[in-house]
């Protein structure tokens, strides 16, 4: 189960909603080991894209050595699907290379609701596990 406290949880729907048409993506990032989200990394989207997203690689390696500095990890990776389901595309799948990691998806397909869901991906195979936000 992936437990996001509520504040972390509004600034991804808040990036995902700003972002659009355009895919959003980011990183929670927490204490290694722990798996507890603390921190809301917003990232570029480099693709600039409302079907596809890729992190900036040279933003991606300062974020990351930013994290390994601060002895962090990426708890949560997450970005949006702007026109489908919150569910993992087939690149979405070959991207995924942190397996500790929590894959969320937000769809903001329907700009009256949010459908916000978190994913395990693991050597291609993808498993859905329950999402709790905590007041």
Not at 16 to 42: K, M, N, Q, T
């Amino acid at each position: 189960m992936l437990t996001v406290p509520r504040a972390l949880y509004d600034k991804i729907v808040a990036h995902a909603r700003a972002d659009h048409p355009d895919e959003a993506c980011g990183v929670l990032a927490g204490p290694a080991g722990s798996d507890r989200p603390e921190r809301f990394i917003a990232m570029m989207n480099a693709e600039r894209s409302p079907t596809f997203y890729r992190f900036d690689s040279a933003e991606q390696f300062q974020v990351w050595r930013e994290m390994d500095d601060n002895d962090e990890e990426p708890v949560v990776i997450y970005h949006s699907h702007t026109a489908t389901e919150a569910y993992p595309s087939r690149t979405d799948i070959s991207y995924a290379s942190e397996p500790q990691a929590h894959y969320v998806l937000v769809s903001n397909r329907d700009e009256n609701a949010t459908e916000f869901r978190s994913y395990r991906i693991v050597d291609g195979v993808v498993t859905e596990e329950p999402v709790s936000v905590a007041e």
